[in-house]
Structures are given as C-alpha cells and as structure tokens.
C-alpha cells in the first residue's frame, strides 16, 4: 500500500562543503519512497567555494530551487532563507555535510502516517577522529536514541540536522535572524514551536542520517565557547537555564569564573595531553564549563 504523498520539500544549508553536499545529493538520489519529494532546496550561506556551483550542476532527480546569501549570514537565517522559498507541505531538513540514509523518507513517511504530531525528530550517527567522543555521540542513551518512534519527546531535542516539520508550523514560528554565531538558534525556536503547538513534537529514530568527520571534543567545546560568547545571552533566562541548569551559574561570581576555567584547563589537559579517556561525565561537564567560559568573557 503506497502512503499518501506528502509534497516534501528537502532543505540543505551549508557553507564551504562542496565534497560533502555532492554525497549528500547522491544519497538523496538513493532514497527510498522518492514519490514524496517534491523538491530539493539549497541554501549556500556565502560560501567562497563553489558549492552553489556544484548543486547547480548535479544531475538530482528532482526539481531543484536554490539561494545564496551575499555573505555569511548564520543558520537561523540560511534557514528561514529556505523556508521562505520551499512550497511543499513538509519540510526536511538536513545538513549539507551529512547523508541520508535509504529509508530516511520511508521512516518519516510511516511515522507521519501512524503518529500525531507537527515535528518529527530522527537521529544522527557521527564519524568522528576523535573515537570516544564519537562513542560518546553515539550512545543509545542520548538524545533521540533514547525513545520509541512516535513517542512526544521535549522540545529541547528538536534539531535541524535531521528533522521533517509541517508547514503549518512556519505560518505562526519563525526563526530570530538576530542568532547570527553559532547554536542557540534551534532551542529558541522549537521552545516557540511547543508554545504554539504543545506536545507536538514527536521521535523517529529510524530516521537516520550521518555526519562523518565530526570535530573532536576539544574543537566542539571551542564551539559552544563561542556560543557562550554571543548567542548564549541573546536567549530568553528561561532558555538559558535548559542549558547551564542553576541560577546561580548565570551570576558571574569571580569564584565561580575561577572553577570553570579550571574545569576547562582539567578537561583538556586529560583529553589532549595526558590522553585519558574522560567518563561522558566529565564530557558534559566540560560542554557546561565551555559555554560558561563565553558567557563570563562576555560580560
């Protein structure tokens, strides 16, 4: 029995990875239960490459739409740049340095098909060079590893690497263009998404997608450092504590300065230089202490 079409508009954001979005796009090409697809939208987010080239040119199997910003302008942005353009009923979205699994549309369409809800979250799984913080990516008890399929999950864990929204959503949300540097940007709006639409936001962890050559932990924490630099403090304090937990770390006590910045010299220490393996504890801590560090040099 062949599901009903759902008009699905694939968006890709990238920036400077044209060796990855041609894997992408041929993945693309591959996907099973294509008759969804209505068209393939990419968002070249002022590459200095010749990525726009590249989508131009691939032979894709569907019609293809395509924006470039004039210069490196963000994801939130990028994003909504393609939401503005798409014209199917769904949205898809992925990253332009990830690859679709075969039966990524076959996983969303099922779900949509048996499950109520809005927003669908698959999983991503990492290739990283750095092996335990790709075991740690990895582990069955994080994220949307951890629940069923159709199952109402938090809106914190709605992420754009990998996630099918309906349209619907885009008529009363959008994204703060104002979340320029990086992260934040999909919190803010999914906390809007389940205000507008409560309970909503549903998992799908056969939908899967992958993103190899991920950057190891010291060069991810280096990214949240800048996130707790900028876009950190352009949140709501609502927001702000479904990341850092305690009041009392957004109060900026030299004290506590002093502690992260030692949390921070003892995770990379351990992990660069002494080469022990942290425990996911320690990983986590290490998250926490590096957007702290941003958002205390901020101020």
Not at 113 to 130: E, I, P
Not at 149 to 161: A, D, R, S, T, V
Not at 267 to 290: D, G, S, V
């Amino acid at each position: 029995m062949i599901n009903k079409k759902l008009n699905i508009s694939i968006i890709i954001i990238g920036y400077n990875t044209c060796q990855e979005l041609e894997r992408l796009l041929k993945s693309i090409n591959n996907l099973k239960k294509s008759y969804h697809i209505l068209e393939v939208i990419y968002v070249d987010d002022g590459s200095q490459d010749s990525s726009l080239k590249s989508f131009k040119r691939f032979s894709l199997n569907f019609k293809k739409k395509f924006h470039k910003n004039d210069i490196n302008r963000g994801r939130a942005f990028s994003t909504q740049a393609g939401i503005n353009i798409a014209s199917g009923d769904w949205f898809l979205f992925i990253r332009s340095n990830e690859i679709a699994s075969k039966n990524l549309i076959n996983e969303y369409s099922l779900a949509i098909s048996k499950y109520s809800g809005l927003a669908f979250m698959g999983v991503v799984r990492y290739q990283s060079k750095d092996k335990y913080f790709e075991k740690y990516l990895n582990n069955k008890k994080r994220g949307v590893n951890l629940f069923h399929c159709g199952e109402k999950i938090h809106y914190k864990f709605l992420l754009f690497n990998n996630s099918i929204l309906n349209k619907r959503i885009f008529q009363h949300v959008s994204l703060d263009s104002n979340l320029k540097s990086y992260g934040g940007e999909e919190l803010d709006f999914s906390f809007k998404l389940n205000t507008a639409f409560p309970n909503m936001i549903c998992a799908c962890p056969g939908a899967i997608v992958y993103r190899n050559n991920y950057p190891s932990l010291k060069e991810h924490s280096a990214r949240l450092e800048e996130f707790g630099l900028f876009n950190f403090k352009a949140l709501s304090k609502k927001l702000q504590l479904q990341i850092v937990y305690y009041r009392l770390f957004l109060s900026r006590f030299i004290l506590l300065r002093l502690i992260v910045l030692f949390v921070c010299f003892f995770c990379n220490t351990i992990n660069t230089k002494i080469k022990i393996r942290p425990r996911y504890l320690i990983i986590r801590a290490h998250f926490l202490a590096a957007i702290l560090k941003g958002y205390y040099k901020a101020s």
